[in-house]
C-alpha cells in the first residue's frame, strides 16, 4: 500500500517537474527559428536577452499581457516617454557583456561615428543576425524598419518605433522573432549608446 502510495508521489512530482522545465524552455525559444543561419550560442545569447527585456516590461508597466507591454513600450519610445535609467541597469550591462564575449554582439553590430566624431552602434548592414533575421521574419514591417536601421546607421528610434507601432498589433508579438527584434535593436542598442554617451 504505501509502496503505492510513493510511487503516485514520485509520478506527480516527475509530472510537476517535467512541466516546470518544459514551460521555462517554452519560454525562452524566442529566437529558435534563427537556428538554420546562427550559432547554438547565439541563440541561447539572443533569448536570454529577450528574456530580461520581457521581464524589465512586465516590472514596468505592471502588466502580464507581454505583447501589449512591448506595444506600449514602442509608443513611450516614440513619444520619449522613458528615462534614460531604464536602459542603464545592472542586467542590461551584464547582458550586453555576455553578448560581446560569446561574440555575438559582432554578427548584430558594427561601430559608425556621427557627424561629432563620436563612436556609436548600429545595426550591421552585413552581419549574420541582419541577414538572418531578414530571412526568416515574415514581418513586413520589421523587415523594412531593421533594414531602415541598418542602411541609415543612427536613425531615430522615436521614428522607427513609431512605425512599428503604427503597423503592428498585440498578435504579432506572439512571433518570437519580433520580440528579439524590439530588445536588440530598440532596447540594447540604446543601452549600449547611453552607456557610450556617459564616458
Do not use: H
Not at 148 to 162: N, V, W
Not at 177 to 193: D, M, P, Q, T, W
Request: aromatic share 8%; hydrophobic share 35%.
Amino acid at each position: 500500500m504505501k509502496k503505492n502510495k510513493m510511487r503516485k508521489i514520485v509520478i506527480l512530482l516527475l509530472l510537476i517537474s517535467t512541466y516546470s522545465c518544459k514551460g521555462q524552455d517554452e519560454k525562452l525559444n524566442y529566437a529558435n527559428n534563427l537556428k538554420s543561419c546562427l550559432t547554438d550560442n547565439d541563440i541561447i545569447e539572443l533569448n536570454k536577452a529577450t528574456n530580461l527585456f520581457e521581464e524589465k516590461l512586465k516590472t514596468k508597466y505592471g502588466s502580464e499581457n507581454i505583447n501589449q507591454n512591448y506595444l506600449t513600450y514602442l509608443k513611450d519610445l516614440a513619444m520619449r516617454n522613458i528615462n534614460p535609467q531604464f536602459f542603464l541597469d545592472n542586467d542590461s550591462a551584464l547582458t550586453l557583456k555576455s553578448l560581446d564575449e560569446s561574440g555575438t554582439s559582432n554578427k548584430i553590430w558594427i561601430s559608425n561615428t556621427d557627424s561629432k566624431g563620436r563612436s556609436f552602434m548600429t545595426l550591421d548592414k552585413d552581419g549574420a543576425y541582419l541577414k538572418c533575421m531578414l530571412n526568416k521574419n515574415k514581418n513586413e514591417t520589421i523587415k523594412e524598419v531593421i533594414s531602415m536601421q541598418a542602411e541609415l546607421g543612427g536613425i531615430s528610434p522615436g521614428l522607427t518605433s513609431r512605425a512599428i507601432t503604427e503597423n503592428l498589433t498585440e498578435t504579432d508579438f506572439n512571433d518570437g522573432l519580433n520580440k528579439v527584434v524590439i530588445a536588440i535593436g530598440f532596447y540594447y542598442e540604446l543601452s549600449r549608446l547611453f552607456r557610450q554617451r556617459q564616458k
